[in-house]
């Protein structure tokens, strides 16, 4: 997704703790991009709770926190399809950080409720009904101009981040990724309920 007014570098993979971070993540994000230095946005993607260890940053007035979460059974196949190319990372590390980051997303999302900033996609809104959450997400931020389904890609792409064939697509594809693998219904069952938990705070 693009907007000539903001700016990101893929999955930082670092810790927010104050203002001080903020304003460094926005420093390096508008480098990345020299020729779009103006950028009035800075995007980065936190995919781990360690990241946020100062939960009230979420709250800060230059912070704008838009929580994307994904089905149990697309995300967990993701993860494991992804990291264990990389990493000693099989079903159940996945499992866990699923139940751990869901259920933390869905504190988040309860923090976030309280003080009317509430913002929330799920993969499946992306996918499935492209132009209505780029829309929600256009309102959201204040942007003059809509948001882009199409996006240019860079030297990071897919390096920092998700290294799937579709990131380096340059646009939002529709339909899912099918992921072979099977999880144990119990467990299955579990995960569902924490995805759906999260469903119903975010609304």
């Not at 409720?113 to 996609?121: D, N």
């Not at 697509?169 to 299955?188: F, K, M, N, W, Y």
Request: net charge negative; proline share 4%.
């Amino acid at each position: 997704m693009t907007s000539p007014v903001i700016s990101g570098s893929g999955e930082r993979n670092t810790t927010y703790r104050d203002e001080d971070d903020l304003a460094i993540f926005a420093i390096k994000s508008n480098l990345a991009h020299r020729e779009r230095f103006w950028a009035s946005y800075s995007v980065d993607q936190v995919n781990h709770s360690h990241f946020l260890p100062t939960e009230d940053l979420m709250l800060h007035p230059s912070v704008l926190p838009i929580i994307l979460f994904r089905e149990p059974q697309g995300a967990i196949g993701s993860m494991v399809d992804v990291l264990s190319r990389f990493h000693n990372f099989g079903i159940d590390d996945a499992i866990e950080h699923y139940r751990e980051r869901v259920t933390t997303l869905t504190r988040y999302a309860t923090i976030l409720k309280t003080h009317g900033r509430m913002m929330a996609l799920t993969y499946d809104d992306l996918i499935a009904d492209t132009e209505h959450s780029l829309l929600r997400l256009k309102d959201n931020i204040g942007l003059q101009t809509p948001l882009s389904a199409t996006y240019s890609t860079f030297p990071f792409t897919g390096r920092q981040g998700d290294p799937s064939s579709r990131i380096q697509a340059g646009q939002v594809l529709p339909g899912r990724t099918d992921h072979a693998i099977e999880i144990d219904s119990a467990i299955l069952n579990e995960m569902i309920a924490i995805f759906e938990q999260c469903m119903i705070v975010c609304r």
